[in-house]
């Protein structure tokens, strides 16, 4: 999964972009709009563990900084405890591994 956490669709209040770190140890995640809870592709990722699918997470700020795009930085893995919704699927992804705290301050800091 490859995140971009400030989305420039994110500032038109039609679309609510709920990727994001809840913590250092959980991640929420919007599936594409057309992923359904009966999908196979929704399966995969709500039943991940069951399935055998391991789910993945880059993670970048911004899509780009003064017309230069920016690297995904990779998170680790994770796995789903906990969806909602359909078109899209909210997620909760627990990481494997706890985000050191710098890298999450950055993150999940306000500019």
């Keep these: 999964m490859f995140v971009d956490l400030h989305k420039e669709e994110c500032a038109k209040e039609s679309i609510n972009c709920k990727d994001?770190?809840?913590?250092?140890?959980?991640?929420?995640?919007?599936?594409?709009?057309?992923t359904t809870q009966t999908s196979d592709r929704g399966k995969d990722i709500i039943l991940n563990n069951d399935r055998?699918?391991?789910?993945?997470?880059?993670?970048?700020?911004?899509?780009?900084?003064?017309?230069?795009?920016?690297?995904?930085i990779y998170?680790?893995?994770?796995?789903?405890?906990?969806?909602?919704?359909?078109?899209?699927?909210?997620?909760?992804?627990e990481l494997e591994n706890e985000v050191p705290a710098s890298l999450y301050d950055e993150f999940v800091q306000k500019v």
Aim: hydrophobic residues 30%; glycine residues 8%.
């Design 20 to 34: 994001e770190f809840i913590d250092q140890s959980y991640f929420q995640w919007e599936t594409p709009n057309s």
């Design 75 to 93: 998170i680790g893995k994770g796995n789903t405890v906990e969806y909602l919704g359909e078109k899209p699927i909210t997620v909760k992804l």
């Design 52 to 72: 055998g699918v391991s789910l993945h997470l880059f993670v970048r700020k911004y899509r780009e900084i003064d017309v230069k795009s920016e690297p995904y």
